[in-house]
């Protein structure tokens, strides 16, 4: 009789495969690009094998698909531990920024990028990974008007908070290359200056 | 005796082929990314033999590098033309960030884009182009400077107009996957408006 209690473990050693095959997918991407990202390369990297792998994923398609999923709920979460830990006061807006730029930026901002470029030359992957893209789009853009304290319905106030996500963006992709640490760290500090005047100055 | 008449129409012929090779190495890259921009399919698209391809550049390294090049010479002809005809009074600020967010978009910039993916997991051709891409970011930085009249001096001027390059560079990226015209036209507008309470206002 399955009484249940060997499908318990069995199940939670299939959730922890998945999980590291995701962890190596990402990895993978941001350091080979999607080229490099196949199958029987995450799976090596996972140390899970070729078979189990394919169990999981079985097209590349399927686990750049779910690699990009991973990253999106990751970031949620992220998004919802920092808004719990932003200060209130002077500082605020600055953290706020800063969560932001965190937000596109890192393992998963690079790996993210990987796939943007796969799908540019990609109709099938772009026309999959759109949507997702625009729902992080939307929860990072709530959660910044949410920390920001920011009217929408005041003229322009949510063009300058999507600039703020487009200014990140921008950040990530200028960090590629070339660690970018200091001049982002000056860029956030003005950035948020900037944000305060504009949200809670004079409205034009 | 060789007189030059003969040399001048071949050296021409070669620079010709050699401008064809360019912007089909830009358009493949585009399209199809680092991976699918092989000398051989720039050489088809540019209907060019490979053999003349190979001439002009050995290696894909060789041919992605020139690539590079061309795109930064002709973005910055395009700077100059662009400065000319700015105009002067109230919709110049708004005229100087639709020109700095133009120099990051369109074909060159997708091109671009898919050399910094290829480079972020390639160290030898990361050190190649760093140094061209920092060399573009100056050009644009400084005639982002002249045409604002900004004064670098004043305390957050220079992170202001950096900020400027990074939101250009995140649009860029966002219209990369969708056609993000409208919602890059408004960013624009207001940042322009931003911009000019930040360098023509009170100092902070």
Known sequence: MDTGAGREPRQERSRATR???LDAAVACLAERGAAGATVGAVAER???????AQHHFPTRED????ALRYMLDNRGEELRRGAAAVPEGPGRTEAVVQMVVDAFSGVDFQAALQLWAAAASDPVLRERILPMEEQMGREVHRAAVDLLGADESAPGVRETVQATLDLARGLGLANLLADDGPR??????????VLDAELRGAPD
Do not use: K
């Open 19 to 21: 999980a590291r095959l």
């Open 46 to 52: 996972a140390g899970v094998s070729r078979g189990a």
């Open 63 to 66: 686990l750049f698909l779910a």
């Open 184 to 193: 982002r760290r000056r860029i956030v500090r003005r950035w948020a200056r």
